[in-house]
């Protein structure tokens, strides 16, 4: 997130696009609502689902899946014609404006209209208009913006409307993704990505890998980014790669096309599983470490807003479970890596040598107070909000982007789009609220959600199990019937591993970050005959 949630207050308006906010981060999502009912402020919505918040929306937009390019370029085509844009951010804070206005003109709000599936163009102008009015407006979206073969050009396309509209770099303003869940923000700031050390340093830089060398007193670092997740499935499945150690992740869930990744774990020669139960992954291992759950150990995490909070010890660890670093370090020390770590506090310690952004954070300072990166000295009070002066590459780069369709588009076979995502009452791959008794008596199970007019033609009816296939499997799943989609759009919670959304999803990726396209693919819905 650019901005922090403290400022949603300062927001005049706001645009979501993507996220099913009150359901998958109903704390900001409760905060939006307030401000829009109890304050006035105004709200626009872009989803294909008829999200709790649209009930609140100035403007609804009920798009097709995978067309949020073509939306935002179409808000953006009208602050250009009609000179609605801030000019002078514009002019003093940005570059390439010309190519972007140029890409922009043919997404009159009727060609965008016919792309998103929406029957009133004109909604499209007044929308941009009352934008330019919202002085600052903030942009959120989740995985319903980044979870496609255009993920990346998605994420770009948000902050080219912000930077027209001149509310980045201010309070109240902003790009805020809302991610899904509660140290991704940090995970990702500590490395665990394939081509970055700590801090998104680049590991294909000579610099950073002799930094990192020194740092760690390691030998041959190299500098050739590795495998993103699905590339490591496809390299697994392949027989390229031989054994895998999985932490708090249990991708037989949560990764799309299932049957390749149940097929991609069988073909490994050595598989390790690292988590708090035994998940349908670890049931695949070789070896499964039991590791503690957040209320046993100590340490940080690093919030969706960029603040890093403290954790603490609640309980002893159940049984012969351990803190994740502990199993980490003793399997290291085993293999030779002499690691002379004693605690969290001595990581945080090397984190703060090597992560800039965390350099002026310690465990004395967040127990008192909020700090979000970049905090570079400890007399630093960190940074509530990004770019406030000048963008970290200097001048805001305006990208033109092309709306491109879904890797897989309807056909006769599979006429319907499918789209997946989550409940407010259950998380991720159900590995922690499928184990709560009282969460699960509320949702056991899933539940294809399907439009009235189509449950009519296909002849079912609201509780009846049905088949829902694509080119990569199928499932019998329960119907229910709601007009939260439109037609010809149907909806899985993908928690629910007995009846699985991910054994039918696409792993299609997107080029650039290799994230797979979970949000859209074709699919058939039929009545199972006795």
Known sequence: MTNSIREIPLSEGFLVIGSNTTENHPVIGSMIKNEVINKQKKLIVADPRKIELARFADYYFQIKPGTNIAILNGFMHVLI????????????????????????????????????????????VKAARLMADLTPMSLYYSMGITQFVSGVNGVKSTANLQMLLGNMGVPGGGVNPLRGQNNVQGACDMGCLPATYPAYQPVASEENKEKFADAWGAQALS?????????????????????????????????????????????????????????????????????????????????????????????PPWGDARDDWWITTEIANRMGAGWQYESPADIFAEIRKVTPSYAGITYKRIEKELIQWPCPTTDHPGTQYLHKDKFSRGLGLFTAIEYTPPAEEVDKEYPMILTTGRLLEHFHSGTMTRNSRILDEIVPEGFVEINPNDATNINIEDGEIVAVSTRRG???????????????????????????????????????????EYKVCSCKVEKIQA
Not at 95 to 120: D, H, M, S, W
Not at 493 to 512: G, I, K, M, Q
């Open 81 to 124: 014609k009609e000179g609605l844009y801030n000019k002078a951010y514009v002019e003093s804070r940005c570059e390439n404006f010309e190519e972007l206005a140029k890409t922009l003109e043919r997404y009159t709000p009727e060609y965008v209209a016919e792309i998103c599936g929406l029957q009133n163009h004109e909604d499209i």
């Open 223 to 315: 500098t050739k980014p590795g495998l993103t997740l699905m590339e490591m499935m496809n390299a697994a499945h392949a027989g390229q790669v031989k054994a895998m150690y999985i932490m708090g992740e249990n991708p037989i869930v949560s990764d799309p096309n299932q049957q390749h990744v149940i097929e991609a774990l069988e073909r490994l020669d050595f598989l390790v599983v690292q988590d708090i139960f035994l998940t349908e992954t670890a049931a695949y291992a070789d070896v499964v470490f039991p590791a503690c759950a957040f209320l046993e150990k100590e340490g940080t995490v690093s919030n969706t807003e960029r603040r890093v909070q403290p954790m603490h010890k609640v309980i």
């Open 474 to 516: 199928s499932i019998r799943i329960k119907a229910k019937i709601a007009g939260k989609s439109k037609p010809n759009v149907v909806f899985i919670p993908f928690h629910f591993f007995e009846a699985c959304a991910n054994r039918l999803t696409t792993d299609s990726l997107d080029p650039v970050c290799k994230i797979p």
